[in-house]
């Protein structure tokens, strides 16, 4: 059997010709941004474009796709999906982000077929797409936006993701480490955020950033954030929640207030060991270094970025006595205007979710 998948043509064994064309994608193919919900045509999230029209893979067996152009969140492109992925990385509409990819495919559809929907369209047309996290109004007001930017002149950008990095396993020396574990700067200038706790939706992970960036005086955009793990050592688990008995968890609404106090502190220290790292390396007083977007300065002209100097940095003590800001000298924290920085890879379909973990 022959199927045309994101316009190549692949050749699928016939014994999966009864077989939904989900499984096909995910298992057969791996192309896993499809998702699966319900099975049974009741939410949507396994939402492909057939021909152009939204249809739900569990339900379509996969011969019935044969002589059809299917395209799947991972082949979409062209003008129309820009501008949805654009409006919805800038709407911040997605939170878990699973019913996404499906969402974003549904939108396009619409677009296509009809370039200035009203409510009562949009409503009529997505009805079905199920959204657990209810992101349901900023869906209708981002394919408004996105229908603007298609009546414009404007080409809008086309979304990219961060790739997902492999996190080895910390060593001993990098646990005992104060600022290590949880922040790092690599010499090309991003700003490894190390986060203890899963991104289920709720932000945490661009929360944890802007702690980070704010602490820093980073460059926000310069941040990106990844999962940490293997934090234990004999003296406990320094990914350790401290509202949940001290072992690495994420739950219970306890990110924020279990981890404000520890990235501040570490971002703090960081940044005070880059200062450090400067004033060595220029030969003047600590005190007469500023920083802001991931710059460092001196009065005498003299300038390097967090990259140029990281490595330096790494190899200093973190200086005693380094506090965190006062509230009232925050840029970030509390404030609107940022992205969150989990959201690209979930309109991309590249995010990772349990189901997607295949083992040898
Ligand atoms: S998984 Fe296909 S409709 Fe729910
Ligand atoms: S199910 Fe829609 S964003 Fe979570």
Known sequence: MKLAINGREVEVDDRHAKTPLLWVLRDVLELRGTKFGCGAGFCAACTVLIDGRNARSCQTIA????????????????????????????????????????????????????????????AHWMNGNVCRCGTYPRIRQTIHSAAETLASNRQPERLAAQPDLDVPPLTLDEKRDPVHPYVRVKPDGTILVYSSQIEMGQGVHTGLATIVAEELDADFDAIQVVNAANGVSSSGDVYGNPFSGGFQITGASTSTRGFWLRYRQVAAQARARLVAAAAQAWQVPQNEIEVASGVLSHGSGKK???????????????????????????????????LRVDAPGKILGETRFTIDVSLP
């Open 304 to 338: 390097a970025t967090f990259g140029e100097l990281a490595a330096r940095a790494e190899r200093l003590p973190v200086p005693n006595g380094v506090q965190p800001k006062q509230r009232t000298s925050y840029k970030l924290i509390g404030q609107e205007g940022r």
């Open 63 to 122: 011969e019935r796709a044969v002589g059809k152009q299917v395209i799947t969140v991972e082949g979409a492109s062209g003008r129309v999906v820009d501008a949805v992925r654009e409006a919805w990385h800038r709407a911040n509409v997605v939170q878990c982000g699973y019913c996404q990819p499906a969402q974003t495919l549904a939108a396009t559809a619409l677009l296509q077929s009809n370039p200035t929907p009203d409510d009562a369209a949009i």
